[in-house]
């Protein structure tokens, strides 16, 4: 499974080829399938079981079994799922340097560009509905189909379908000018940064107090900010968080699960293995 974390900084792919497709599995419902951060790189989201609701910066959208979600580069994002059965998605994953072209053409200049410099963003939900929805879906599916054969020129076939996938937007007029009110902006960059402030202070107290102070507002208004763009309270943040990090220590180390729960700040052992069970399905002590 692919692991997200806060600003992403893994690198996708290679050098060379800077693409990567992940497969996301979740058996159960009702969980967070995808905790709040952002990444450079631009996100096609595939659901192929089930469906999720996804949240980026302010907006939600519902995304069943056979439809596609489009993440633009720097938006906040987060996601969970309340089908029965869970759902299962693909994550394709590329920087919009893979679509460069070597000549400076008229492409070049007119819609790789601006893309590149996140002047526009594509839109959002793929959902099928309509005749260019369909074929987005259609070039979806062959960039998953291709990479998962590897077949000879699987990634010259790659740069061409993400290109037809481009330029399809731009004859039916699917892109969005980036111009996010300064309000929206700054609200995001707080969020950014306090989500910042969670990952390097974990092991450690927080307060929400002290999460309110490094943007410099209320608690009360914090708390309603922080919940618009995670869809979680600050606390109940903090404990996925430290949870996520715990299973990567079990997984990774020889830590027995109390020094695994000392190690990520929780000091009572059972409200961990409560919280391990509640964000993982399963008890601490099953991993291995």
């Not at 693409?19 to 951060?37: S, W």
Request: include cysteine; proline fraction near 3%.
């Amino acid at each position: 499974m692919m692991k997200y974390n806060l600003k992403e900084n893994i690198i996708h792919g290679t050098d060379k080829y800077p693409f990567a497709i992940y497969k996301v599995d979740f058996g159960e419902c009702n969980q967070q399938i995808l905790p709040c951060h952002w990444h450079d790189e631009l996100e096609i989201i595939y659901i192929n079981r089930g469906n999720a609701t996804f949240r980026i910066n302010e907006v939600n959208h519902e995304v069943h079994q056979g439809q596609a979600l489009v993440i633009n580069s720097g938006e906040l994002h987060w996601a969970y799922t309340q089908n029965q059965s869970g759902c299962s998605y693909f994550a394709i994953v590329f920087n919009t340097c893979f679509l460069e072209l070597p000549s400076r053409d008229i492409s070049q200049q007119n819609y790789i560009n601006p893309l590149c410099f996140n002047e526009y963003y594509l839109n959002s939900l793929i959902d099928g509905e309509n005749t260019p929805s369909k074929e987005l879906l259609g070039i979806v599916e062959k960039i998953i189909d291709k990479n998962n054969s590897m077949s000879a020129g699987y990634e010259l076939a790659t740069k061409a379908y993400l290109l037809l996938f481009l330029s399809l937007h731009i004859e039916n007029k699917l892109l969005t000018p980036v111009t996010l009110s300064t309000v929206t902006k700054k609200n995001t960059q707080r969020i950014k940064n306090v989500l910042s402030y969670i990952d390097m202070n974990y092991t450690q107290k927080i307060t929400v107090e002290d999460l309110a102070q490094v943007i410099n507002v209320s608690k009360y208004h914090f708390c309603r900010l922080f919940k618009t763009y995670t869809g979680l309270s600050p606390i109940e943040y903090i404990n996925m968080i430290r949870i996520n990090k715990a299973e990567e220590l079990l997984r990774t180390s020889d830590c027995t699960v109390t020094q695994t729960a000392f190690e990520v700040d929780f000091e009572n052992l059972s409200y961990f293995t409560r919280q391990f069970k509640r964000y993982k399905g399963i008890l601490p002590s099953k991993i291995s």
